[in-house]
């Protein structure tokens, strides 16, 4: 039986960023995780944008999270070889109280850096802009392109089982845990995104998995390298295909797409943008939530070689690498989590 640091549970960005972060510490990694197809990342759109626009705040713990978050992806496109992460010029379309609320809110300290200032979408005569559009720059991250380059670059540097987890196949011992026979470690790492609901050794943290369905569009009479966002977003990817998104369905976790969800995104989008389109592809997944809106990671109360690492939400790209950071001090380190994303939280209640 092959002899490892920790045991990863799960192939999507979480899984992925982790595996990274422990090879790069020297740690040795035996990942085990499904196939690509099976994880939402792969129809995540990536986005980083540092503000809430409904009511024009700064997300959770920005300042901390974008710069790792940039730091981190330069950094790996420069092992990888290729590019995966891009800056958009995000532009949100206004209503008619929009304007005002943004003059006001971006005299502010903490809004006054992420914003790009107001005005109108140049050479763009399909969008309707009457209101104006407020400008902020973002990110998106690619992750077809990250996952596909990470798993290459890793393939030499650990252990993986391109297989599903089966809880039925652990041993955990007392200060050790096996899998199936052919691993041994001192933890198990499960970043298992929202099948963690499935997870009897985690039933105690409340996950709230969320739906989301994403159209991918080609429209042939715009050119805009702005993402556009007004209820939904428009992300453009080059050669007039963009990817629309996106719909939140706490009910339906399948990961099979929908004629109301289709409707719903087409509808909104016309709106603000009446042009000719043609829709090339209809992709659904599910993000991986807790209800208190915050990521959890920490070790098991009562088998402290189990851990955890999930929760990152619709702001996944950003989260991940700070948060895969916090665990990897937390095994090697004994290093406290931040108490808001700590699992503890949980155990307490």
Known sequence: MDRFDQIVVGGGLAGTVLVYQLTKAGQRVCWIKAGLERSSTMVAAGLINPLVFRYLTPVWKVQTLLPEAINFYKKLEKELGQQCLHEINIAKVFGDQDAALWQRKMQLPEIAPWINGIGAVPDNEVLIQPHGVGFVNGYWLDTGVFLRG?????????V????????????????????????LA????????????????FDFVPFRPVKGELLT?????????????????LLPLGEH??????????????????????????????????????????QAGVRPAVADRRPVAGLHPEHPQLAIFNGLGARGVMIAPWLGQQLLELLRYQKPLDEEVDLQRFVKR
């Open 241 to 282: 295909l963009f990817r629309l998104g996106s719909t939140y369905d706490w009910d339906d976790l399948s990961i099979n797409t929908t004629a109301q969800a289709r409707e719903y995104l087409l509808e909104k989008l016309a709106s603000f943008l009446p042009a000719k389109i043609e829709v090339i592809d209809h």
């Open 150 to 158: 990470m798993e290459h670059y890793l393939s030499d540097k650990i």
């Open 186 to 201: 001192d933890k198990l790492i499960f970043c298992e995104g929202w099948e963690a609901v499935k997870n009897s050794f």
């Open 217 to 233: 569009l080609k429209i042939d009479n715009l050119e805009s390298k702005y993402l556009l966002n007004k209820e939904v977003f």
């Open 160 to 183: 993986s089982f391109n297989e599903r987890f089966e809880l039925k196949r652990l041993n955990i011992e007392p200060d050790k845990v096996s899998y199936d026979k052919r691993c």
